[in-house]
């Protein structure tokens, strides 16, 4: 849990409040309870009892308040606009970056049923049969998530990616040879720019929503942008997000499963050497994140041994971006 936050008495008050134009003025919110994981974002789970005696079960998310709040109204549209582009999406019920009304800026949404922890669904036989098809069910989504034209999600940036896990790492006075190293060959070997899509920014296992007969939610898109679709593709095969399994795509599925079910929903070829290029870019990228969530505690902005934990996965980073260079042209 990151910081003290908002009461959970307050917090129902709040919820009716913002509840009650959406869902009428009789709202009464049931069953409250904040849920574990996510390091950067606070998740509570609770119920929406309605005047015509209907239960919403819906998820609050929303920036811990102790957070510099950013805004979640970018976030929101974009569910919205993968929701109609045929992505497994929960409705949108409310939205909003006013921190008057929830201590910090907050999306509330449908609940989805399904699992989320990566070690579970690569290693419970409840997933066993859904496992081998669910890389080929990412490039699936992710081919509908990069048809989303830019337009619908207005406020997307379009950033210098690379720039900015520089800069990233450079802020910080621990050297990290290693992911110096990683970054020289990113530049050195950058591909040409392609097309210019919506990405998600954190697809992979650990933000899906998984139940027997496949994937029933992306979550997660703070990190939304316009950028290269190869992102979100090298970007889920990252070694971080395998979970000691050994299949590239998740820990889940092959390459190749991944590429097809891309190609034939996007019409686009995939270029395998953009892929690991994007992929040794999201593990140096990661490498740098861990270092920034280790300094919001340190910092003592958000005292979290979650947060502090993640710090230690650096050097995890650094192993990766060495083994993913072995190989490379020009590599270490």
């Known amino acids: 849990m990151s910081g003290v936050g908002t009461p959970a008495g307050l917090l129902e008050e709040q919820l009716d409040a913002v509840l009650a134009g959406p869902l009428g ?29 209907s239960v919403r079960p819906l998820i609050l998310r929303r920036d811990p308040p102790e957070a510099p709040g950013e805004g979640m109204s970018v976030e929101a549209r974009a569910i919205q606009a993968a929701r109609s582009a045929g992505v497994p999406e929960p409705e949108v019920v409310a939205y ?4 008057a009304a929830l201590d910090a800026p907050y999306i509330v949404m449908e609940r989805l049923e399904g699992e989320t922890l990566a070690r579970r669904i690569l290693r419970d036989e409840a997933y066993a049969d859904v496992r081998p098809r669910l890389a080929e069910q990412c490039g699936e989504i992710l081919a509908r998530i990069h048809s989303i034209p830019p337009a619908d999600v207005p406020g997307l940036e379009h950033p210098d990616v690379l720039t900015d896990v520089r800069d990233t790492i450079r ?5 990290s040879p290693a992911l110096e190293l990683g970054l020289r060959w ?11 899509v919506v990405v998600h920014g954190d697809f992979r296992n650990g933000n899906l929503v998984i139940g027997p007969d496949g994937i029933r939610g992306v979550l997660d898109w703070e990190l939304v942008h316009r950028g290269d679709p190869m992102q979100d593709l090298g970007y889920l095969c990252v070694r971080a997000w395998r979970f000691g399994a050994d299949a590239p795509v998740g820990g889940f599925g092959p390459y ?7 190609e034939r929903v996007s019409g686009r070829t995939v270029d395998p050497e953009a892929v690991r290029w994007w992929e040794l870019f999201g593990t140096v990228w990661w490498g740098g994140g861990c270092m920034q969530q280790a ?11 979650e947060l502090a934990a993640i710090g ?13 260079l072995e190989n490379r042209p020009g590599g270490a």
């Open 96 to 99: 909003g970056d006013d921190v």
């Open 312 to 324: 230690r996965r650096v050097w995890e980073q650094e192993y990766d971006v060495l083994l993913l």
């Open 25 to 53: 003025d009789d709202v009464t919110i049931c069953n409250l309870r904040r849920l574990t994981g996510g390091a950067s974002r606070q998740t509570w789970s609770f119920d929406a009892m309605c005047s015509d005696g």
């Open 186 to 196: 990113l530049e050195e070997h950058r591909p040409r720019p392609t097309e210019d």
């Open 295 to 305: 300094w919001r505690h340190l910092s003592g902005d958000e005292r979290s041994v």
């Open 171 to 175: 802020s910080f006075d621990d050297a």
């Open 256 to 262: 190749e499963d991944l590429f097809r079910g891309y």
